[in-house]
C-alpha cells in the first residue's frame, strides 16, 4: 500500500524557515518523482518543486528557487522540502506526491498524495 506522510508545517514569521518531512511507504523511492505542491486559500494547486529518479534531476518553480531545497533520505525513505526566507505568498497547504519517473511539476502527472500539511507564514 501507497503511502506518503507530510509532516513539519507550522507557523513561522515572515523571512524564518521550515523543513518539511514527507515519509514514504509501499514503494521503491528511486523509481518513481516525488513533487511538492502547495494550495493557497482560493487557489489551484500549484508545483512547487520535484525530483526524478537520482538527486541530479530537482526542478523548482520560480517563486521559490533560492529559497526552498528539495532533498532524499532512501535509505529512510524520506524525501525533504527546506524552506528559507519564508514570505507571506508562500503560505498554504503543502503536499508531497509521488508519479512516474518523468513527472513534473504537473499536478495530473502525480498519482499518489499525502494528507498534507499547512504552512502559515506572517507578515
Known amino acids: 500500500q501507497v503511502q506518503l506522510v507530510e509532516s513539519g508545517g507550522g507557523l513561522v514569521q515572515s523571512g524564518g524557515s521550515l523543513r518539511l518531512s514527507c515519509a514514504t511507504s509501499g514503494f521503491t523511492l528511486d523509481y518513481y518523482a516525488i513533487g511538492w505542491f502547495r494550495q493557497a486559500p482560493g487557489k489551484e494547486r500549484e508545483g512547487v518543486s520535484c525530483m526524478r529518479r537520482s538527486d541530479i534531476f530537482t526542478y523548482y518553480a520560480d517563486s521559490v528557487k533560492g529559497r526552498f531545497t528539495m532533498s532524499r533520505d532512501n535509505a529512510n525513505n524520506t524525501v525533504y522540502l527546506q524552506m528559507n526566507n519564508l514570505k507571506y505568498e508562500d503560505t498554504g497547504v503543502y503536499y508531497c506526491?509521488?508519479?512516474?519517473?518523468?513527472?513534473?511539476?504537473?499536478?495530473?502527472?502525480?498519482?499518489?498524495w499525502g494528507q498534507g500539511t499547512q504552512v502559515t507564514v506572517s507578515s
Open positions: 506526491a509521488a508519479g512516474p519517473v518523468r513527472s513534473g511539476l504537473v499536478d495530473s502527472e502525480y498519482h499518489y
